[in-house]
């Protein structure tokens, strides 16, 4: 018997090909876009952990010479006045083509390392690293490129790859790097070890010159990037409801189209509770693959994507993510566990329904419909309360959580309320309606739109998704552009290799340019209000161009006079958002040094607290402030030439001369690249929604013919049912979109004022896009067109006898 | 003195892990490696052998003194100086195969205070020289005149420190024959000699307080390549100080094919005689776990040659050095047919 029930369950989907392959395709899709997501998440989650391990010395105080390198001997010095330090050498190294990072670390006082410690099997690792001719660890892919390069070496050192070891860089021996960097009694830092002896003098006693810096909060990466990787995992989430839609269309047409087969199989004497078993049996085994073909797509989208996720979140927020993407059991299972949890809630209101569905019973379509109807009401409400309980949660839940929550109660709530407002707008348009076909039309849709709605709900948040993230998105572009018009003050900038240099080229510049002006910059961790934040404070010098061109957002009165006479302090927009301060209120830099407020300026650079001061009054109160960083002010006609006279003059390397049109177009590149997986994901998840679509329809297709058919008998020919299919269709999907439209808007502005702020800590105008919203209409009313085409061909290609056979057959 | 701490020292080093007692097998052969070996015969010169001897791949410069503070209260400490190379020679900068590690504690019979230090030779931080005598690795120093005579000692950690005067009040011994000292029965040796008599005054700091202290010193310097056979896994090594003026060193290598003692007697004098291997008998009496692995804290020793039958106790059993290398090294009261005070070291206890 269960044999014979398996049969004829399956039977069921040899008869539907198309069918079969809809609900696989849908869950893959579902399963592909999340799992994705969840590939990158944890892609770059597990670099940061790597880095975070492997600097893992990133939480320790450092002490760095402000003017550039310190002489070993200062370190010998340190360590023999009782100190415990370990010094680090880190450099740019080339290697053929490429420009490497070399980090040398002194692996004796230096923390222990994770890639390191896989050494600790092999007894000839450190004699090697030290004594021999030096080890290298990088990454697998690197350390291959490293053992063709070095090949030739003399004496060359040993490669190994290792996995701990961030993406583009070099770990060795500091005595190594000393010798690939060609700086032996040079180091770049010495890191302040945690344990330290009793009765030790002073470090600004002994050295007074050295900047003691605190060491970065351990997660600083992972907090900074949270709110990226909380984006990327609400888009995924998104995609996979989208999908799901399509599961849920057609399981529900599955059953529909077996009810006769159902009631054949009970009437043999199939008990209910082992024929259920079997059809979730079912659905499961086709979970599980449709599953397993969305992990490999998810693969090979998340493959795809990852390069330009890595860029952004190195561009953005210097996290280091490596291109490539490893197979990770979490992921998988997550993958999996979505798909088979995913099938199981789409499937189950379908499950049920047969489960109840009276052995003699011949429920029509338009039962259907009145307890539909009769949910609607329902429905409606739970969309109120959705929207409501987002609000409330913006209201009662910090942070970044609380402004998805608001996202998902609005997202959901609107898409609750769709079919009843649809309801609403089709009795509108019946009553308006003249002419029997046109009644007929009509009520005809009212009556597809429990069938439909879900479909049309997919189609709405994926519509509307589009529309607020791409408003989003072009409002960001256009503010940061116009904002880097204006911050970009100065046509040349250049970076000395250390202050000597610095201070030498800008006496060698003074006669040459309009101005220089220093970019000269030092962190501070304030007290009061402030207290907990790591605020990089700028002096600035008294320049014209600063009080022409820097974008102020609020400002005191005489702000730049005030400022300038080291009076106050202009803070930027992150900062003012986080601690809640501004114009009026004062700043704590250190214990002597407060300043009033004189004004917020935007700053989009970076999600840091930045604070701008007099050039005078930052050296006042910092000890050590590095001047290697200028901007000039000259005719942009002379830059090139310029350029090329501070490149011969001072030896300097190509990248130590940035001009201002190369900078913007860095920093817009930047830009882009960060949402350019924002525009793949947009465009996926509109694809799936109009496949929704086209599965609802071919859902309903088999439903309507006892419908079509009497129509038909009254006279309306094949080809004009199935052009009034075709419109039926888009004026649905047009109606959508129309409702789409606020919501997008709606969605816009979450993003930009309680998302962005919560996310960055910047708050941006919104601006309006119509053409886009238009061309997203006609692509709403082209997925609509195209979906219905397909049941409009088969009813159009339809022979008669098939309407005929509706009367014959009792359904 | 203890020639296993350094076995692996390049791999503990790495892995700040402790260190289990790993025998020499892996390593290769000293002549593979291009080590020099001690050879028997070759006389010690000084003051060029109070320095470095870089061609060797271990070293030490092994302070210990018992100490009273002015209530009679007894305290230890200990400073040690140990060099390992990864290849044999010397270079400049950070190219120096030589690593060096300091270890300093102090120990009551309540409290054991203990810290490390790891150099890189060639840079400055850690290293010997002579002419005047220097060892040092970062603040912590022992420095004087190349005889040895008068020495200045100061290390400090986390929660001591100490500064001592130090003034030999004997001649340097040699152990073994002529500095030539076997530690094993297949012929592993090392060159060691020691400065057993030094008188000691300064002060020690304490979480309790400075205090001023008094007492004796013990000096040991060995260097070799290949101290230990295979199948040695520790050692408990003593030197004692009788309140008739005599000395003993003595060591007991544990090792599979049974037990290698042997020692010097050392008369009040200075005049000191070699102790023929199996001749000084030791017998741990009881155990404690007080701060690590189990390890005998009170033993029995018998010298008949000498009439010698002592038992000595731990003045602190929980004198732990829970260092990279992890072993036991405290300061000792001595009972018995011979009454006094010593140090005791026993490794390879933490496996």
């Known amino acids: 018997m269960r044999r014979a029930a398996l049969l004829a369950l399956w039977s069921h989907w040899r008869r539907h090909p198309l069918q079969l392959a809809t609900l696989l395709a849908g869950l893959a899709l579902a399963t592909a876009l999340w799992s994705a997501v969840q590939a990158i998440n944890a892609e770059a989650r597990a670099s940061y952990a790597r880095a975070a391990a492997q600097i893992g010395a990133g939480g320790l105080d450092r002490l760095e010479a402000p003017g550039g390198p310190i002489p070993l001997a200062r370190y010998v010095a340190l360590r023999r006045a009782g100190w415990q330090l370990s010094p680090v050498l880190e450099g740019s190294w080339r290697l053929g083509e490429r420009r490497l990072r070399v980090a040398g670390i002194e692996p004796l006082s230096h923390p222990p390392l994770p890639a390191f410690a896989a050494l600790a099997e092999d007894a000839t690792a450190l004699p090697q690293m030290i004594a021999a001719g030096g080890l290298l660890l990088a990454a697998p892919d690197l350390a291959a490129d490293l053992a063709t390069a070095l090949h030739e070496m003399p004496g060359r050192p040993q490669v190994r790859a290792s996995d701990q070891v961030p993406p583009g860089l070099v770990l060795t021996d500091i005595g190594v790097a000393a010798r690939l960097l060609g700086r032996p009694d040079q180091i770049d830092r010495m890191l302040i070890l945690p344990d330290q002896p009793i009765g030790l003098a002073p470090l600004s006693a002994l050295a007074p010159d050295l900047q003691r810096l605190p060491g970065r909060a351990g997660s600083d990466t992972a907090r900074l990037t949270d709110s990226f990787h909380l984006n990327l995992t609400a888009f995924g989430l998104l995609s996979f409801a989208v999908g799901l839609f399509i599961v849920h269309g057609t399981v529900g047409l599955a059953f529909e189209q077996r009810r006769a087969m159902i009631r054949t199989l009970r009437a043999l004497g199939l008990p209910m509770r082992l024929l259920t078993g079997l059809m979730l049996a079912e659905v499961m085994a086709l979970a599980l693959l449709g599953g397993l073909v969305g992990l490999g797509l998810g693969y090979l989208v998340a493959a795809a994507l990852l390069p330009d996720v890595a860029a952004t979140l190195r561009g953005l927020y210097g996290a280091p993510v490596a291109g490539g993407l490893t197979l990770r059991p979490a992921w998988i299972g997550s993958g999996l566990a979505m798909a088979l949890a995913g099938t199981l809630a789409a499937s189950l209101h379908a499950l049920w329904r047969a489960a109840r569905m009276p052995i003699l019973a011949a429920p029509g379509l338009q039962a259907w419909a009145e307890r539909a109807a009769r949910a609607s009401r329902l429905q409606a409400l739970a969309g109120l309360g959705l929207i409501a309980a987002g609000l409330g949660a913006l209201w009662l839940i910090e942070g970044l959580i609380g402004g998805f929550a608001l996202l998902a109660g609005l997202m959901l709530g609107a898409a609750l309320l769709l079919p009843p407002a649809l309801a609403a707008l089709l009795r509108l348009g019946r009553r308006r309606a003249r002419g029997v076909v046109a009644e007929w039309l009509w009520a005809d849709m009212r009556a597809q739109l429990p069938g439909i709605g879900l479909a049309l709900m997919a189609l709405l948040l994926a519509l509307a998704t589009n529309i607020g993230v791409g408003t989003m998105v072009k409002s960001f572009r256009q503010t940061f552009t116009g904002w880097l018009d204006q911050r970009l003050i100065s046509e040349l900038y250049v970076t000395a290799t250390d202050d000597d240099q610095g201070a030498e080229i800008a006496r060698w510049l003074a006669p040459r340019v309009q101005a220089v002006l220093p970019i000269r910059s030092v962190d501070f961790t304030p007290g009061g209000a402030a207290a907990g934040q790591t605020v990089t404070v700028y002096g600035v010098v008294d320049d014209r161009s600063y009080r022409d061109h820097w974008p102020l957002l609020q400002t005191a009165p005489r702000a730049w006079d005030r400022v300038m006479a080291g009076e106050a302090v202009f803070i930027n927009e992150q900062l003012a958002r986080r601690v809640g301060i501004g114009p009026g209120d004062s700043l704590t830099l250190a214990p002597n040094w407060q300043l009033p407020i004189a004004g917020v300026y935007s700053d989009y650079g970076n999600p840091t607290g930045q604070a701008i001061v007099a050039m005078p009054s930052l050296l006042a109160h910092a000890s050590a402030v590095p001047n290697r960083r200028f901007g000039l002010r000259l005719p942009a006609a002379e830059v090139p030439v310029l350029a090329e006279a501070l490149r011969q003059r001072f030896d300097l390397p190509a990248s130590a001369l940035i001009d201002n049109a190369a900078l913007k177009a860095q920093s817009l590149a930047i830009f882009d690249k960060t949402f350019v997986v924002t525009g793949a994901l947009n465009l996926l998840t509109l694809g799936v929604a109009g496949f929704a679509i086209l599965t609802s329809l071919l859902t309903l297709w088999s439903l309507r013919l006892p419908q079509i058919a009497p129509v038909w008998a009254l006279g309306l020919t094949r080809s004009q049912l199935a052009r009034l299919e075709i419109g039926r269709s888009l004026l649905l999907a047009a109606l959508t979109a129309l409702l789409a439209l606020p919501l997008g808007l709606l969605l816009a502005w979450a993003l930009l004022a309680v998302i962005n702020v919560q996310a960055f800590g910047w708050q941006l105008p919104m601006a309006l896009f119509p053409l886009d919203w238009l061309r997203l209409f006609a692509l709403a009313l082209l997925a609509a067109g195209l979906a219905a085409a397909l049941p409009a061909r088969r009813l159009y290609r339809l022979p008669p006898s098939d309407l005929l056979k509706v009367f014959a057959n009792a359904r | ?351």
């Open chain 2, 1 to 351: 003195m203890p020639a296993k701490l350094i076995l692996g020292l390049c791999m503990a080093i790495l892995f700040a892990a402790p260190l289990r007692a790993q025998g020499y097998a892996g390593l290769g052969s000293t002549a593979e490696a291009g080590f020099a070996t001690p050879e028997h015969g070759r006389p010690l010169v000084f003051p060029r052998d109070h320095g470095p001897h870089p061609e060797f791949r271990i070293e030490w410069w092994y302070l210990t003194a018992t100490l009273a503070g002015p209530d009679g209260t007894p305290y230890g400490i200990q400073w040690t100086l140990f060099r390992s190379a990864l290849a044999p020679g010397e270079a400049e900068g950070w190219q120096s195969p030589q690593i060096w590690m300091g270890h300093a504690a102090a120990t009551s019979a309540r409290s054991h205070h203990f810290a490390e230090r790891l150099g890189r030779g060639g840079i400055g931080q850690a290293g010997v020289r002579t002419g005047p005598f220097e060892a040092w690795i970062d603040d912590w120093r022992m420095a004087g005149d190349d005889g040895l005579r008068a020495l200045r000692l100061t290390a400090r950690g986390g929660d001591f420190a100490y500064d001592l005067h130090l003034n030999a009040e004997g001649p340097l011994v040699l152990q073994g024959d002529r500095g030539y000292s076997v530690k094993s029965a297949d012929g592993q040796a090392s060159y060691y000699y020691s400065q057993p008599s030094y008188r000691v005054t300064g002060t020690l700091a304490l979480p309790s307080g400075p205090v001023a202290v008094t007492g004796q010193g013990w000096l040991d310097r060995e260097w070799s390549s290949q101290p230990l056979a295979a199948d040695q896994s520790g050692w408990d090594w003593f030197s004692l100080s009788f309140e008739t003026g005599a000395k003993l060193m003595g060591f007991r290598l544990r090792g599979t094919r049974g037990d290698f003692t042997s020692g010097t007697w050392i008369a009040a004098d200075g005049t000191a005689t070699a102790l023929t291997p199996g001749a000084l008998r030791a017998e741990p009496l009881e155990s404690s776990d007080a701060a690590g692995p189990e390890v005998p804290v009170r033993w029995r020793l018998q010298l008949p040659e000498r009439d010698l039958d002592i038992e000595i106790a731990a003045l602190n059993p929980a004198a732990w050095m829970g260092t990279r290398f992890a072993y036991w090294e405290g300061p000792v009261q001595i009972e018995g047919s011979h009454r006094g005070r010593g140090y005791l070291e026993m490794t390879g206890y933490d496996d």
